[in-house]
C-alpha cells in the first residue's frame, strides 16, 4: 500500500497559538486528501477534503477559518489549527485515497497521526 | 445521515477466535471495510467486502455480511497477540468519503 506520512506525530503548544501539521504522500501523486478528527474512544470524524490547486472542501459544523487546509503540491497538504484552544486537542489524522478505478477504488490510505495537546 | 455502531471493547484468549461486530444504518452503501489502528500507527485496510457478498475469507479473517439486518463481522480466526488493536468497520457509497464505526478495543489474554 501506498506510505503517507505525518509531520509532527506529536505537538503541545499553548493557547492562541497556531500550529501546522502536514500530511504526505510518499508514492504517488494525489489530487485528493482527507483530514480527519478522532476523539478518545471515539470513531475517526471527517474534517475536510483537500483538493490539489482548490479550496478545501469542508464537513458540516467544522470552521473553516479555524481549521485552515493547504494542498498546494501533489504531494503535501498541511492543516493549520489557529488560534488553538484546549478543546482542540486531538488526534490528526490526514488519508490519501487510492484513485478510481478497480474493487478498492475506495480504499484509503492513513498517515500515522499527529496528537496535538493545546495548554 | 449514516450512523456506524461496534461495541468498544472485547478481550479473547490467545488462540481463540475473535468475532467483532458493525452495525450501520446505510443502506445504499456500496462496500464495507475492516481497518486495524495499532498504537502509533495509522489505520490499515485489513479487508473489504462488496454489498452484494454475503461472505469474504482472506486466511484468519473471515467477514460476514447480513445486509438484510445491516450487520457486518470480523472473524479472527487464531487470535494472536499482534491482533492486540483497535479495529474500525467503515462504509462507502459509490464516493471516496468514509464513514467509520466507533471502534472496538481487541485485547488479547495470555
Known amino acids: 500500500g501506498a506510505v503517507v506520512s505525518q509531520h509532527p506525530s506529536w505537538v503541545i503548544c499553548k493557547s492562541g497559538t497556531s500550529v501546522k501539521i502536514e500530511c504526505r504522500s510518499l508514492d504517488f501523486q494525489a489530487t485528493t486528501m482527507f483530514w480527519y478528527r478522532q476523539f478518545p474512544k471515539q470513531s475517526l470524524m471527517l474534517m475536510a477534503t483537500s483538493n490539489e490547486g482548490s479550496k478545501a472542501t469542508y464537513e458540516q459544523g467544522v470552521e473553516k477559518d479555524k481549521f485552515l487546509i493547504n494542498h498546494a503540491s501533489l504531494t503535501l497538504s498541511t492543516l493549520t489549527v489557529t488560534s488553538a484552544h484546549p478543546e482542540d486537542s486531538s488526534f490528526y489524522i490526514c488519508s490519501v485515497p487510492r484513485e478510481a478505478g478497480g474493487p478498492l477504488y475506495n480504499e484509503q490510505f492513513f498517515g500515522p497521526g499527529t496528537r496535538l495537546t493545546v495548554l | 445521515g449514516e450512523d456506524v455502531e461496534q461495541s468498544l471493547f472485547l478481550s479473547v484468549r490467545e488462540g481463540d477466535s475473535s468475532v467483532i461486530n458493525c452495525t450501520y444504518t446505510d443502506s445504499s452503501s456500496t462496500y464495507l471495510y475492516w481497518y486495524k489502528q495499532e498504537p502509533g500507527a495509522g489505520l490499515q485496510l485489513l479487508t473489504y467486502i462488496f454489498s452484494n457478498m454475503d461472505m469474504k475469507q482472506d486466511q484468519r479473517l473471515t467477514v460476514l455480511l447480513n445486509k438484510k439486518d445491516k450487520h457486518l463481522s470480523l472473524r479472527i480466526a487464531d487470535t494472536q497477540t499482534g491482533d492486540s488493536a483497535i479495529y474500525f468497520c467503515?462504509?462507502?457509497?459509490?464516493?471516496?468519503?468514509?464513514?467509520f464505526g466507533t471502534g472496538t478495543r481487541l485485547t488479547i489474554i495470555p
Open positions: 467503515a462504509e462507502s457509497y459509490g464516493r471516496e468519503k468514509l464513514t
